[in-house]
């Protein structure tokens, strides 16, 4: 099962501060309760939103410090790329499994696998028991559609005014949080679909 999906900063973006990450979409699946531990759920609404969102920002910072390390360590210098190169910028992302402990930030063990495109890092949260491969083939597909199809390299503004295609493309590719081992009939059909929905 997956916990959550998120698109987040990594890199420079002109209004946050050196270090700092910002989450541009976020989507928990299953009950908002799962995400919380027991001695949260005495909480109303608005403190369990804010509970939620504060978690969801605890890992975008994991993500983010990880993708930095892994920079550093590999010595490549970050190109941008232009619109137009979304493949190319795909290709050369880096990438990279977190596991998060009880309590960093939710009461059990999580997987956080990440892909590191530019300055933005896409990032599927997992339970531990998860297949981690299906889970890295998940994370690249929706990445790649991501790129390919609402065109979101630039600052990242433009993942705020496309978050519906993102609903659209997580509902098509983690129903309701379930990994999808796809053959490759499944696989076209699924692309026809998204192709269909991205030009309306």
């Known amino acids: 099962m997956v916990q959550c999906f998120l698109i987040h900063t990594t890199g420079p973006v002109s209004t946050l ?43 975008a910072r994991q993500v983010s410090s990880a993708v930095t390390l892994s920079r550093e360590a590999s010595g490549r210098v970050l190109v941008e790329a232009v619109l137009g190169e979304e493949l190319v910028a795909l290709q050369e992302a880096d990438s990279g499994v977190l596991r998060l402990g009880r309590g960093e930030p939710w009461a059990g063990e999580r997987s956080a696998l990440w892909l590191a495109v530019q300055s933005l890092a896409f ?36 993942v705020l ?27 076209q059909c699924l692309e026809k679909d998204v192709a269909n929905y991205m030009a309306k």
């Open 17 to 59: 501060a050196p270090g700092e990450c910002r989450v541009l979409y976020s989507r928990v699946f299953g009950p908002e309760e799962s995400a919380l531990t027991a001695e949260d759920g005495d909480t109303d609404a608005e403190q369990r939103r804010l509970l939620q969102k504060e978690k969801l920002s605890v890992v």
């Open 123 to 158: 990032t599927l949260v997992t339970e531990p028991h998860e297949n981690l491969l299906l889970a890295e083939g998940t994370l690249k597909n929706i990445t790649r559609h991501c790129l390919e199809n609402l065109r979101i390299l630039g600052s990242g503004c433009e």
């Open 161 to 187: 005014l496309k978050s519906d295609r993102i609903d659209f493309l997580l509902h098509r590719l983690v129903p309701q949080g379930q990994l999808l081992f796809a053959n490759h009939r499944f696989t």
